[in-house]
């Protein structure tokens, strides 16, 4: 697959079978992921696979809304995508480079976010990005020590629906030259 035809043709799952996903799979999609973009090459971002059970029930049951928590309930797993604070859009003395302050990390995450969906789809996965969730809860949860900052969680299996693609606006609205 080609990257304009994986842009194009991947779309947000909220169905999945039950098959559990192959360890050495995930770890190709990370690597894959591995290669975004991040401020000063500084990689800030990380990843949890959730599996247990247990864990995922928690989530479920207290810490997502009902909607996002009946996807991630189908979903074999969930990931939550972390990332390390305080480097990203920063000196090395700690001032920020730019008047966006610390919000290159938000940047990072949300590219890294973006190849690992697309990467999914290089290996028939579905996901999708969840935002909505009780964000201090899952951080406890998860035990994320104080310099790491949860920043979204990823639906990740094989998809059970094929959804069509929403409209998209026309390229005279999101362009303008000057």
């Given at each position: 697959?080609?990257?304009?035809?994986?842009?194009?043709?991947?779309?947000?799952?909220?169905?999945?079978?039950?098959?559990?996903?192959?360890?050495?799979?995930?770890?190709?999609?990370?690597?894959?992921?591995?290669?975004?973009?991040?401020?000063?090459?500084?990689?800030?971002?990380r990843?949890?696979?959730?599996?247990?059970?247990?864990?995922?029930?928690?989530?479920?049951?207290?810490?997502t809304?009902?909607?996002?928590?009946?996807?991630?309930?189908?979903?074999?797993?969930?990931?939550?995508?972390?990332?390390?604070?305080?480097?990203?859009?920063?000196?090395?003395?700690?001032?920020?480079?730019?008047?966006?302050?610390?919000?290159?990390?938000?940047?990072?995450?949300?590219?890294?976010?973006?190849?690992?969906?697309?990467?999914?789809?290089?290996?028939?996965?579905?996901?999708?990005?969840?935002?909505?969730?009780?964000?201090?809860?899952?951080?406890?949860?998860?035990?994320?020590?104080?310099?790491?900052?949860?920043?979204?969680?990823?639906?990740?299996?094989?998809?059970?629906?094929?959804?069509?693609?929403?409209?998209?606006?026309?390229?005279?609205?999101?362009?303008?030259?000057r």
């Amino acid at each position: 697959m080609n990257v304009i035809d994986c842009l194009k043709g991947r779309r947000s799952i909220r169905k999945y079978k039950p098959d559990p996903i192959d360890h050495s799979v995930i770890e190709s999609v990370i690597s894959a992921a591995s290669y975004s973009p991040s401020w000063k090459n500084t990689q800030i971002t990380r990843y949890i696979a959730i599996e247990d059970s247990a864990v995922l029930e928690k989530i479920t049951g207290k810490y997502t809304r009902e909607h996002n928590a009946n996807i991630i309930r189908q979903a074999p797993m969930l990931m939550a995508v972390t990332f390390m604070k305080g480097l990203s859009g920063f000196e090395r003395d700690g001032s920020y480079t730019t008047k966006k302050g610390d919000r290159w990390q938000m940047f990072d995450v949300g590219a890294a976010c973006q190849s690992f969906c697309l990467a999914a789809a290089e290996y028939g996965l579905g996901t999708v990005i969840l935002g909505i969730f009780d964000e201090e809860e899952i951080t406890s949860l998860l035990n994320l020590p104080k310099e790491q900052e949860l920043a979204a969680l990823i639906a990740i299996g094989c998809p059970d629906e094929a959804p069509s693609a929403p409209k998209r606006k026309s390229v005279e609205e999101l362009l303008e030259y000057r």
